[in-house]
C-alpha cells in the first residue's frame, strides 16, 4: 500500500495536522484502521488527563537540563542535584546500553 502525507483537523483544537507518511505506516503495522482525530498536542493533552485521573490528581513536571546532552527537558521528579538527570532519549540508551 503506497501513502502520502494527508492533512487532517483535530477535532479538539481545530487546527490542522499533517498525519504523515511514516505515521500511517506505524498505524497500518499495528492494525489501526481509524485515522487519528487528534494532533499531537491535544493527544498528548488528554493523555496526561488520563493518567493523572488514575493517580488521583495532574502529574507535575519539572523543567531540568539533560547531564549527557545538555537539552532542556522536563522530567516527572523534582532533581535533588545529587543524581544526573537524562532526557528520555539518553535514558533510552543507558538503558539498552546496560
Known amino acids: 500500500m503506497t501513502f502520502e502525507d494527508k492533512t ?7 487546527e490542522e495536522f499533517v498525519f504523515s507518511v511514516e505515521e500511517q505506516e506505524f498505524y497500518d ?8 482525530k487528534r494532533c499531537k498536542p491535544c493527544r498528548q493533552k488528554r493523555k496526561e488527563s488520563r493518567r493523572g485521573s488514575k493517580m488521583g490528581g495532574s502529574r507535575q513536571f519539572y523543567d531540568a537540563v539533560c547531564d549527557s ?4 527537558t ?4 523534582k532533581p535533588s ?7 528520555r532519549e539518553c535514558y533510552q540508551k543507558l538503558r539498552n546500553d546496560k
Open 74 to 77: 522536563t522530567v516527572p521528579f
Open 29 to 36: 503495522s499495528k492494525g489501526f484502521e481509524n485515522e487519528p
Open 81 to 87: 542535584g545529587d543524581k544526573p538527570v537524562y532526557c
Open 8 to 14: 487532517l483537523t483535530c477535532e479538539d483544537c481545530g
Open 69 to 72: 546532552c545538555g537539552e532542556q
